[in-house]
C-alpha cells in the first residue's frame, strides 16, 4: 500500500527524488499528505520516469486531490504536469492560471478537498512566488526551499528578495510548529531554534557585507566567504546581491559604478 514512500507521521509520506546536488541536498523531497483514500502531493520535483513512478506507486489506489507547489523552480515543478494530466488532479501555486497554475493560492488560504486541507502562507525570499503550507492537524509546515533540511536556501537576486527573505522567516516565527518537512533534506524536529539560527544567520552575513564594502559584488564574496570553495563563489555573489539590495532599499549602502558602498 505504501509503495516506496517513507512515513513520516499519521498524515504525511516522502518520495526522495534522485537528484542531489550542493543545492538540492539529497534530491527533492515529494510529499503525499493525506490517508489511503485521499492525497495532496507537495512538489512532485524533477522530470524521472523512475521517481514519479515510485511516487505513482505511493498514491496507489488513492485520489489525488490536487498537486500544489511550493514555487516554481524546476526541481521542485517539472514533473507537476504530467503527474497531474495522468491522475486528473489539478496543480496548484500562486501563481495565476495565465502563469501555469490551474489552481492560483492565495496567502491565508484553506486549500483541499475530500477532508485533506493546507494552509498555505506567502513566503517570498527564495522566490517571488513561494508558498509554504501548514498541516494544522499536526502543526506541521511544509517550507519548501525557504527552509532547508540543513544549511541555509539561496536568495538569489533579483527573483529572491532578502528583506522579504527576512519577513517571510519573522512571520514563521509566529506560527506554533511542531516540525517542519523542508523541500531538501531531512524533518526539522525544533522549528523554533532553526527559525531563530536563520534569522541570525542573515544578520550576521548583513553585517559581514557591511564591513567589507566598499567593492564591487565579486570583491566582496572573496572578503566574506574566504572559507567557501571558490566554486562556490558564483553562488554567493547573488546572495551577496540579495543583501545589497536590501541595504540600498533601506538607505545603508548604493552603488555607482558597479562599486557598492556605505551611505553617511
Ligand atoms: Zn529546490
Redesign the pocket.
Known sequence: VSGEATRLSERVRVVLAPNPSP??LEG?NTYLVGDERNVIVIDPGPDDEGHLDRVRASIGDAVVVAVFLTHW?V??SESAEELARGVEAVVGSSRTPETGSDLPIRDGERAGGAGIFLRALHTPGHSSDHLCYLLEEERALFT??HILGRGTTVIAHPDGDMAAYMASLERLRGLDLDRMYP??GPVIEDPQAVLIEHVEHRKMRERHVIEALPGTPEELVARIYVDVDPVLHPVAALSVRAHLAKLASEGIATEAGGVWRRLG
Do not use: L, N, S, Y
Request: a negative charge; aromatic letters at 0%; charged letters at 20%.
Open positions: 543545492m538540492t527533492t523552480h526541481d521542485h519548501g526551499d523541500g531538501h
